[in-house]
């Protein structure tokens, strides 16, 4: 039998074994590669490198895209999609250092303070994203949806285990710490994710209330003092300003259409 009538049963039996071998990119790139190889006048090894190479690039991804589902962003953002320009007294340096991962190795929080539309959970999101482009266990929620969910697990006799969930995930985002009063009880299992992180695990935090502030949101001063305590030991501190540059892009956007439409 000729090599071009062998061709088709081999290459089924090819995709037969990728199957059961689960090696999906294999099974619909080896003939595209292999003609690719015979044209490029390639080695074996250098053909069976690349379709390898493939495989592990394309698992690399999928793996990627399930941390970043898995993370429930409300909206993803990333820092190359952050404008730094706009916000020049944001340490650039510091946010492309943090986002390199040193700090989920360490266990050190980090905290964005600033007024509402300066930045906060877009570089919070951010930092997230990259640490799940480096294949870890990420959570993003808000303090207020946090405290839902544990109180609920409480009232269900589920807080034990709910709450080791959040101690495993390798980094969480805090969104909107302090941004509402919260009753002691529901500040108390609030503390109980935050100290089981605590020199462990890395936490991100955002908020637009100066620390001084916080006992306003938090009545009880010993809890409140005692999370303050947690978060902010061995903390990259980022003040994002005051000055919402959302808002400024808006008005921006405005007097553009104005000067087009009077033009």
């Not at 050190?108 to 930092?127: D, R, V």
């Not at 697990?153 to 969930?165: D, F, G, H, I, P």
């Not at 305590?229 to 994002?240: N, V, Y």
Request: hydrophobic share 40%; proline share 3%; net charge positive.
């Amino acid at each position: 039998m000729s090599a071009a009538a062998t061709a088709p049963v081999q290459q089924a039996t090819i995709r037969q074994y990728a199957k059961q071998l689960l090696l999906r990119t294999v099974g619909t790139q080896f003939a595209e590669l292999a003609e690719e190889a015979v044209r490029q006048k390639r080695s074996h090894l250098s053909y069976l490198e690349a379709l390898l190479g493939a495989e592990v690039e394309e698992r690399d991804r999928n793996a990627v895209a399930r941390r970043i589902t898995e993370a429930h962003f409300p909206k993803l953002k990333t820092l190359e999609g952050f404008v730094f320009a706009d916000a020049p007294h944001i340490p650039v340096a510091l946010v492309r250092k943090l986002a390199e991962g040193g700090y989920l190795q360490r266990s050190e929080p980090i905290i964005f303070l600033g007024e509402t539309g300066t930045g906060k959970t877009h570089l919070a999101t951010g930092l997230a994203v990259e640490a799940c482009r480096q294949k870890k266990r990420v959570r993003f929620t808000t303090a207020a949806q946090l405290v839902n969910e544990l109180t609920e697990a409480k009232n269900k006799s589920e807080l034990t285990r709910v709450t080791q969930r959040w101690t495993r995930y390798e980094l969480i985002v805090i969104d909107e710490m302090a941004y509402v009063a919260m009753p002691e009880a529901a500040a108390e299992l609030l503390f109980q994710i935050i100290a089981g992180r605590a020199e462990r695990a890395a936490v991100v935090v955002t908020t637009n209330l100066p620390f001084s502030e916080w006992t306003t949101m938090f009545p009880n001063a010993r809890l409140c003092k005692a999370m303050l305590d947690r978060l902010t030991d061995q903390a990259h501190i980022i003040e994002t300003g005051t000055e919402s540059y959302r808002f400024r892009r808006t008005l921006e956007k405005k007097d553009g259409k104005t000067m087009k439409a009077r033009g």
